[in-house]
């Protein structure tokens, strides 16, 4: 098992630091499963009408560049607003000699300069926090302008990982305090981000048919095959959301970075048990 | 009214053990078999043609054992529980229906299991997080892995009930789990989870299942979607009935605050905005073969 400095220092050469207190994508519990079976669209009963595919707001490649490996027949367009995660998504893909992927600078939640009906399916994963709750649907609508007639838009979210250590759970409830007072959350009091349930009546309320829901879960506890590479993302996405945290919660610096030192070693001992629900929901353009 | 006092009669039934709590378990089981997709949908047609005897543990009025019984006539089901009561009710409905191979008895799944060892090519464990203990989890456990056959399955099927934009909804579940912390039924150290979703895979992992694998499901509650009724059954009626547990485990003060959370709740429920999923995790192992043990 890899030790806290080594995915101290892994974490710290991949990461880029928002500005102004600026949320990263906090959730990548879809990948390790991606990784392991190689399947992209494990509930889909076919991909073979699908080739052209949008990853929205596509950070540093970590979906798109699994998902080309995965699929080589896949051709995958990400867009991200950071010019600085662009490079290091097509650094990646390059190292890796991946070809089906390319990666644009693009602001992922305004009008898209990409033509209408021009995708197979776009994929939106774990954008809580990355746009205010009100701004879902427009967002959703843009996706759904990109996508051709009968192709596929699919959400994937969840609503926070459950697990079994004490600082674990107060980091997720500053972080759903910190959501529901910065209007990103949909839960009325906090307990959790109340995304999951939203997603269905999004889909239905930008007109997409046959809309369907399909649960995961990300077993991540210690000794897990999924342990390693989700403790080394969430060490490195939690402590990108700092400043945030910081700027929203009234704690100072010193108490979040504590708290989020004791995160961090609690998800590296034996004892760590926990997982994450994901729901991905996906509808058909009329 | 029945009295919640756990530590006296060693009964956790949380929503008092009554004729309605054993109603509404038989209906909302037969919901989240509905919504889970069979009664072992995760399991392969090799594992299911192979059952020949199967346990259910804290089968409560029987609903999983009688399905499990009716759609595997060949199989002998034993289901054990606490409660007097829910074993007379199921096998009145085990009689009703001349189902001749299944079983019930009174037994505390805090005590040792009164089986033999290597009885049962499964054993289950359907939503009990709300009623064993969480001290008593890994021993229930072992004990579990004991009483199947080498090679047999251990199944534990939890809920971490929902997630909503309903504050009412919200609120029933804060108060529900700060009283499940109190009286020791919570698996983790915050009130915001149930948490058994996070732990039953290390549980049967720590007890000695190998292959140990999981599977979640949802119920979508929210208006308009088919489990809403179910939903609206499942908590509206379910906060009724945990009065005495609320009140004893002192996170409300009077009955007056619970009627009138359950009459916002029957509002916010009713309404045209409710959206609700119901999120349930099934993990499963098997225990070591000589062969699996190498």
């Given at each position: 098992?890899?030790s806290?400095?080594?995915?101290?220092?892994?974490?710290?050469?991949?990461s880029?630091?928002?500005?102004?207190?600026?949320?990263?994508?906090?959730?990548?519990?879809?990948?390790?499963?991606?990784?392991?079976?190689?399947?992209?669209?494990?509930?889909?009963?076919?991909?073979?009408a699908?080739?052209?595919?949008?990853?929205?707001?596509s950070?540093?490649?970590?979906w798109a560049?699994s998902?080309?490996?995965?699929?080589?027949?896949?051709?995958i367009?990400?867009?991200?607003?950071?010019?600085?995660?662009?490079?290091?998504?097509r650094?990646?893909?390059?190292?890796?000699?991946?070809?089906?992927?390319?990666?644009?600078v693009?602001?992922?939640?305004?009008?898209?300069?990409?033509?209408?009906?021009?995708?197979?399916?776009?994929?939106?994963?774990?954008?809580?926090?990355?746009l205010?709750?009100?701004a879902?649907?427009?967002?959703?609508?843009?996706?759904?302008?990109?996508?051709?007639?009968?192709?596929?838009?699919?959400?994937?979210?969840?609503?926070?990982?459950?697990?079994?250590?004490?600082a674990?759970a107060?980091?997720c409830?500053?972080?759903?305090?910190?959501?529901?007072?910065?209007?990103?959350?949909?839960?009325?009091?906090?307990?959790?981000?109340?995304?999951?349930?939203?997603?269905?009546?999004?889909?239905?309320?930008?007109g997409?048919?046959?809309?369907?829901?399909?649960?995961?879960?990300?077993?991540?506890?210690a000794?897990?095959?999924?342990?390693?590479?989700?403790?080394?993302?969430l060490?490195?996405?939690y402590q990108?959301?700092?400043?945030?945290?910081?700027?929203?919660?009234?704690?100072?610096?010193?108490?979040?970075?504590?708290l989020y030192?004791?995160?961090?070693?609690e998800?590296?001992s034996?004892?760590?048990?926990?997982?994450?629900?994901s729901?991905?929901?996906?509808?058909?353009?009329? | 009214?029945?009295?919640?006092?756990?530590?006296e009669?060693r009964?956790?039934?949380?929503?008092?053990?009554?004729?309605?709590?054993?109603v509404?378990?038989?209906?909302?089981?037969?919901?989240?078999?509905?919504a889970?997709?069979?009664?072992?949908?995760?399991?392969?047609?090799?594992?299911?043609?192979?059952?020949?005897?199967?346990?259910?543990?804290g089968?409560?009025?029987?609903?999983?054992?009688?399905?499990?019984?009716?759609?595997?006539?060949d199989?002998?089901?034993?289901?054990?529980?606490?409660?007097?009561?829910?074993?007379?009710y199921?096998?009145?409905?085990?009689?009703?229906s001349?189902?001749?191979?299944?079983?019930?008895?009174?037994?505390?799944?805090?005590?040792?299991?009164?089986?033999?060892?290597?009885?049962?090519?499964?054993?289950?464990?359907?939503?009990?997080?709300?009623?064993?203990?969480?001290?008593?989890?890994?021993?229930?456990?072992?004990?579990?892995?004991?009483?199947?056959?080498p090679?047999g399955?251990?199944?534990?099927?939890?809920?971490e009930?929902?997630v909503?934009n309903?504050l009412?909804l919200?609120?029933?579940?804060?108060?529900m789990?700060?009283?499940?912390?109190?009286?020791?039924?919570?698996h983790?150290p915050?009130?915001?989870?149930?948490?058994?979703?996070?732990?039953?895979?290390?549980?049967?992992?720590?007890?000695?299942?190998?292959?140990?694998?999981?599977?979640?499901?949802?119920?979508?509650?929210?208006?308009?979607?088919y489990?809403q009724?179910?939903?609206?059954?499942?908590?509206?009626?379910?906060?009724?009935?945990?009065?005495?547990?609320?009140?004893?485990?002192?996170?409300?003060?009077?009955?007056?605050?619970?009627?009138r959370?359950?009459?916002?709740?029957e509002?916010e429920?009713?309404?045209k905005?409710?959206?609700?999923?119901?999120?349930?995790?099934?993990?499963?192992?098997?225990?070591?073969?000589?062969t699996?043990?190498q």
């Amino acid at each position: 098992m890899a030790s806290y400095d080594d995915i101290q220092q892994s974490s710290n050469a991949a990461s880029v630091i928002p500005q102004d207190g600026e949320i990263p994508r906090l959730f990548h519990f879809d990948l390790p499963r991606l990784k392991q079976t190689h399947q992209v669209f494990p509930e889909l009963t076919s991909i073979s009408a699908i080739t052209n595919v949008l990853d929205v707001a596509s950070g540093a490649g970590e979906w798109a560049i699994s998902a080309a490996q995965a699929s080589p027949e896949l051709h995958i367009i990400g867009i991200e607003r950071d010019p600085r995660l662009v490079e290091q998504a097509r650094a990646q893909a390059e190292e890796q000699g991946v070809k089906n992927v390319t990666f644009q600078v693009m602001e992922p939640f305004a009008q898209l300069s990409l033509d209408a009906d021009s995708f197979d399916l776009v994929n939106a994963r774990y954008l809580v926090g990355l746009l205010p709750a009100e701004a879902w649907p427009q967002a959703l609508q843009e996706f759904l302008r990109v996508t051709r007639s009968g192709g596929i838009l699919r959400l994937t979210e969840t609503d926070l990982p459950i697990a079994n250590t004490p600082a674990f759970a107060q980091w997720c409830d500053l972080v759903s305090q910190a959501f529901l007072r910065s209007g990103l959350s949909f839960s009325p009091e906090g307990r959790l981000f109340s995304i999951t349930p939203m997603l269905k009546p999004f889909l239905r309320q930008v007109g997409c048919q046959q809309i369907q829901q399909v649960a995961s879960t990300c077993n991540f506890s210690a000794g897990w095959p999924a342990h390693e590479e989700v403790v080394r993302d969430l060490t490195r996405t939690y402590q990108l959301l700092q400043p945030f945290l910081v700027k929203s919660t009234g704690k100072s610096p010193q108490e979040i970075e504590q708290l989020y030192q004791q995160t961090c070693s609690e998800m590296l001992s034996a004892k760590f048990s926990a997982t994450a629900f994901s729901l991905t929901v996906y509808g058909k353009k009329a | 009214m029945t009295e919640y006092n756990p530590s006296e009669s060693r009964n956790f039934y949380i929503l008092g053990d009554s004729h309605s709590e054993m109603v509404h378990l038989i209906d909302s089981g037969r919901d989240f078999t509905r919504a889970m997709g069979g009664l072992l949908p995760e399991q392969s047609e090799e594992v299911q043609t192979s059952l020949r005897s199967v346990l259910d543990v804290g089968c409560g009025p029987g609903e999983w054992t009688l399905a499990m019984a009716q759609a595997f006539p060949d199989v002998q089901v034993h289901g054990i529980d606490i409660s007097q009561g829910m074993i007379d009710y199921a096998s009145s409905l085990a009689h009703a229906s001349n189902l001749d191979n299944v079983h019930f008895r009174v037994g505390n799944a805090l005590d040792p299991l009164p089986f033999p060892d290597n009885s049962f090519d499964l054993a289950n464990m359907r939503q009990l997080e709300g009623v064993i203990p969480t001290a008593s989890w890994p021993q229930l456990l072992k004990e579990m892995v004991r009483v199947v056959r080498p090679g047999g399955i251990v199944r534990v099927v939890g809920n971490e009930w929902c997630v909503s934009n309903s504050l009412a909804l919200e609120t029933m579940h804060r108060l529900m789990l700060r009283g499940w912390q109190r009286v020791g039924l919570a698996h983790v150290p915050d009130e915001r989870n149930y948490g058994i979703a996070a732990v039953q895979g290390s549980y049967l992992r720590d007890a000695g299942c190998v292959n140990v694998q999981e599977r979640p499901s949802i119920m979508d509650i929210s208006i308009g979607e088919y489990f809403q009724q179910s939903g609206y059954q499942l908590f509206v009626v379910s906060l009724a009935l945990v009065e005495p547990f609320f009140l004893s485990a002192g996170v409300m003060n009077s009955k007056e605050e619970l009627l009138r959370l359950q009459q916002q709740l029957e509002i916010e429920m009713s309404d045209k905005d409710f959206k609700s999923i119901v999120y349930t995790l099934t993990s499963w192992g098997e225990k070591p073969t000589d062969t699996t043990l190498q």
